[in-house]
């Protein structure tokens, strides 16, 4: 049977919700990051688990591989449907089903957003913190086991992932975890789900932890003379048991780059962005004595909040600092890199890799979520010229291998997708081989997002 025939075949379990038109394929076939335009064959807006199940058992059965699809922000062409097939894109699944304020934990569907949480959550008191600044999907987070700005606190997607419903690649239909807060009941099958990227099964519903909305909330901001005393700031900030709740950095160009575009007229030098969450007199308390670290490390332009709208304004420049620096280069494409290291070595990897991006004649602006000691480099490339793609490839491969020398890992969030493939060899030598064959025994077909996270062996 031909692809066309066997996706006709689909359209008549699912009608409407079965779309071939190109504008729709090729919006499920775009990265936010590098990646060629890689449209599935047809997308699907399934509306409950039962039909993800009859989706995934009509797919096996024609030999269709199956690419889950939250709202496409991962930028390592996780969701791009390399093998054709198609793409479950998750949009009419996102209602929140259950919220226990008692038990501070609800259960969510997978296309509900993080936004769209923490907006039904407003009036309860709880929060959702993960927060990887994109308006991502929940299922798309759990899936890449995504993190950002207050990992630092409050973990990734995998401490906040209490339990899923998973769709296999048989069709069958699994629960995995409950709503305890601990259990040792055999294996971590929750755990196997959260950062799987769509390869082991589609997740269709998740039980999240939730948090108490914090009574007060301080943000402080300071530029430093150079990288280094900015990140002996982050270390002796948590070495004397400060508890930020955010601390990112942003180097002088993309302050620089938020200043071209917003016109803010901070001082262009490496910054600190912090936030503290707790009683008013915690949060006053922690502020100050980060304001004297960081005077300590040569510190100016110490400046703090307690105001929502300023620190809105604050965290709104921070998450809007990849396109400003996307645009400060125009025309660009951005290769966007993710080394995380133990953050002893931080000041070290960002000093190697800044000689690096400047010896190689490529912009490249680094933030980071520094308190986890994880830096990103956007790599601003001239899509025309393609020997800058393959300096900037050879850049980005450096900073992988300099984060596994340094003892760390080459992604701290944004996964493996296909972008990190190269390097999984090198990260987990014959540990790798275990990720191929718990994939073989989940999906033998290899039916489910196929050609990325694990070994591309048949
Ligand atoms: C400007 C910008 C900043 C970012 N900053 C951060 C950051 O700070 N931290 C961070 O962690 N990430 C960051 N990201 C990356 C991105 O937001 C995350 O990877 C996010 O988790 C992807 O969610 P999504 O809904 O867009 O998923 P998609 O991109 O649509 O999908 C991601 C993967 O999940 C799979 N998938 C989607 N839904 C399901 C499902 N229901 N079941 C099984 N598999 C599924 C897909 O097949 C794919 O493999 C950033 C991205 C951008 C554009």
């Known amino acids: 049977m031909t692809m066309h025939q066997a996706i006709a075949e689909l359209g008549h379990v699912l009608g409407p919700r079965l779309v071939t038109a190109r504008a729709d394929l090729e919006a499920h076939g775009t990265s936010e990051s590098h990646f060629p335009l890689t449209p599935p064959d047809a997308v699907v807006y399934p509306e409950t688990a039962e039909e993800v199940a009859e989706i995934v058992r009509h797919c096996a059965r024609l030999g269709m591989p199956v690419v889950g699809w939250g709202v496409g922000t991962s930028l390592e062409g996780h969701a791009l449907a390399a093998k054709g097939g198609v793409a479950v894109d998750f949009s009419r699944m996102n209602r929140v089903l259950r919220v226990s304020a008692e038990d501070m934990d609800c259960t969510v569907q997978p296309g509900l957003t993080r936004t769209g949480l923490n907006e039904a959550l407003k009036a309860t008191g709880l929060m959702f913190p993960v927060d990887p600044g994109a308006d991502a999907t929940l299922g798309g987070m759990a899936a890449c086991r995504a993190s950002g700005t207050t990992a630092v606190r409050y973990g990734t997607m995998r401490e906040q992932v209490l339990g899923l419903e998973v769709v296999l690649a048989s069709g069958e239909v699994i629960r995995t975890g409950s709503r305890a807060r601990k259990s040792a009941s055999g294996y971590d099958l929750t755990g196997l789900f959260v950062g799987s990227e769509g390869t082991l099964g589609l997740i269709t519903e998740l039980t999240l932890r939730l948090h108490g909305q914090p009574e007060a909330v301080s943000t402080a901001t300071c530029a430093f003379p150079s990288d280094a005393a900015a990140i002996d700031t982050v270390i002796a900030c948590i070495q004397y048991g400060l508890s930020?709740?955010?601390?990112?950095?942003?180097?002088?160009?993309?302050?620089?780059?938020?200043?071209?575009?917003?016109?803010?007229?901070?001082?262009?030098?490496?910054?600190?962005?912090?936030?503290?969450?707790?009683?008013?007199?915690?949060?006053?308390?922690?502020?100050?004595?980060?304001?004297?670290?960081?005077?300590?490390?040569?510190?100016?332009?110490?400046?703090?909040?307690?105001?929502?709208?300023?620190?809105?304004?604050?965290?709104?420049?921070?998450?809007?600092?990849?396109?400003?620096?996307?645009?400060?280069?125009?025309?660009?494409?951005?290769?966007?890199?993710?080394?995380?290291?133990?953050?002893?070595?931080?000041?070290?990897?960002?000093?190697?890799?800044?000689?690096?991006?400047?010896?190689?004649?490529?912009?490249?602006?680094?933030?980071?979520?520094?308190?986890?000691?994880?830096?990103?480099?956007?790599?601003?490339?001239?899509?025309?010229?393609?020997?800058?793609?393959?300096?900037?490839?050879?850049?980005?491969?450096?900073?992988?291998?300099?984060?596994?020398?340094?003892?760390?890992?080459?992604?701290?969030?944004?996964?493996?997708?296909?972008?990190?493939?190269?390097?999984?060899?090198?990260?987990?030598?014959?540990?790798?081989?275990?990720?191929?064959?718990?994939?073989?025994?989940?999906d033998p077909a290899g039916l489910l997002n196929p050609g990325k996270v694990v070994p591309q062996d048949r």
């Open 244 to 442: 930020p709740a955010r601390i990112e950095y942003m180097d002088a160009e993309s302050v620089a780059a938020v200043n071209a575009r917003d016109g803010l007229g901070l001082p262009e030098a490496p910054h600190l962005l912090v936030e503290f969450h707790g009683t008013e007199a915690g949060v006053a308390e922690e502020t100050a004595r980060f304001g004297e670290l960081a005077a300590e490390g040569g510190a100016e332009g110490f400046r703090w909040s307690s105001l929502p709208e300023e620190r809105s304004a604050l965290w709104k420049m921070r998450h809007g600092a990849y396109w400003a620096i996307v645009a400060s280069r125009p025309g660009a494409r951005a290769i966007v890199t993710d080394l995380c290291v133990p953050i002893s070595r931080m000041a070290e990897a960002i000093a190697e890799t800044r000689e690096d991006i400047a010896a190689s004649g490529i912009p490249g602006p680094l933030v980071g979520h520094v308190g986890d000691g994880n830096v990103h480099a956007a790599l601003l490339v001239d899509p025309d010229r393609p020997e800058e793609w393959e300096v900037a490839t050879r850049l980005a491969e450096r900073m992988a291998d300099r984060a596994l020398r340094l003892g760390g890992t080459v992604t701290g969030e944004h996964g493996v997708g296909m972008g990190k493939l190269k390097h999984m060899a090198a990260e987990h030598g014959a540990a790798w081989g275990v990720m191929g064959a718990i994939k073989r025994a989940l």
